[in-house]
């Protein structure tokens, strides 16, 4: 498993400096300095899901370069971005700096939060798009979320339908389920040196490592780690082109199916509780 993650946090690392592009490629993050009220595509969408988070205590994991930890910032939480890339929270940090948003970053395997993070300290743990692909055990990983959340606290996650981590995306002509649905325990391997945005350039540490994970087995493993689930609303889109050729972009920036929307689900938004009790 070390392997893995080494590997992984090598291609991050790449990512981070490809995505950090002030304009042009990348997330452009030069629109986050220059409108002070911007908010990210993937917070945005799930704007009203979401609620009220003024005040609240927040971590987000995985935060990668910070657009949308920034973006919880501007709607009034006390936000802490998460994230195994030094690459990635240099260019987080470089970003807040010159925005002047309120957020610190820590460095962190999400596995080992608590060991970097106070215990029952956060009232909302919150996770963006494209996380969970990269931990090997959900088990785990709703555990953490459970040791991190005060009670009463909750998680909230938007992340890609594992329906559609199980899609090659290299068969353009039809929708092929290719990919095991569920969480194995050998990850499916990767050699790619492009990304999920347009980079300025390829991405050298090119090798990758992923695990999918059943709604079924994210559920179960939420309601095992105490918490109760309040929301799960799967979406008909995702916020990149994840089936290049077979997609349509819509005017908010999220992407559907085309000739075949609505066959399955892309993505969803999931909630839980810490119990008072």
């Not at 592009?21 to 917070?43: H, K």
């Not at 010159?98 to 215990?119: H, I, K, M, N, R």
């Not at 300290?121 to 990269?134: E, K, R, S």
């Not at 992340?159 to 559609?164: D, F």
């Amino acid at each position: 498993m070390q392997h893995h993650l080494d590997t992984n946090r090598a291609n991050w690392d790449d990512r981070a400096a490809a995505h950090a592009v002030r304009t042009g490629f990348g997330y452009g993050v030069q629109r986050y300095v220059d409108d002070p009220a911007l908010l990210s595509d993937v917070v945005r969408f799930d704007r009203e899901r979401l609620g009220d988070i003024a005040g609240l205590t927040t971590v987000h994991l995985q935060c990668h370069i910070g657009t949308d930890t920034l973006s919880l910032a501007r709607l009034g939480a006390r936000v802490t971005g998460l994230d195994f890339s030094s690459v990635a929270l240099a260019e987080a940090r470089a970003l807040v700096a010159e925005t002047g948003d309120a957020v610190e970053f820590v460095e962190s395997d999400v596995y080992a939060a608590l060991a970097v993070l106070p215990q029952a300290g956060f009232d909302l743990v919150y996770t963006g798009i494209g996380a969970l692909c990269w931990l090997p055990s959900i088990d785990r990983w709703a555990a953490v979320v459970a040791g991190l959340l005060v009670p009463g606290g909750r998680l909230f996650i938007r992340e890609g339908h594992p329906i559609l981590w199980t899609m090659d995306e290299r068969l353009a002509d039809d929708l092929h389920l290719r990919f095991p649905y569920f969480e194995q325990q050998e990850p499916l391997e990767w050699d790619d040196d492009s990304s999920y945005v347009v980079t300025d350039r390829p991405i050298t540490n090119t090798k990758t490592y992923e695990w999918n994970h059943g709604i079924g087995e994210i559920v179960t493993a939420l309601l095992n780690a105490g918490l109760t689930l309040t929301m799960l609303v799967e979406h008909d889109s995702v916020p990149w082109e994840a089936l290049p050729g077979q997609m349509i972009e819509r005017p908010d920036g999220e992407f559907a199916l085309g000739e075949r929307a609505g066959v399955a689900p892309l993505s969803y938004t999931i909630q839980a509780l810490k119990p008072l009790g």
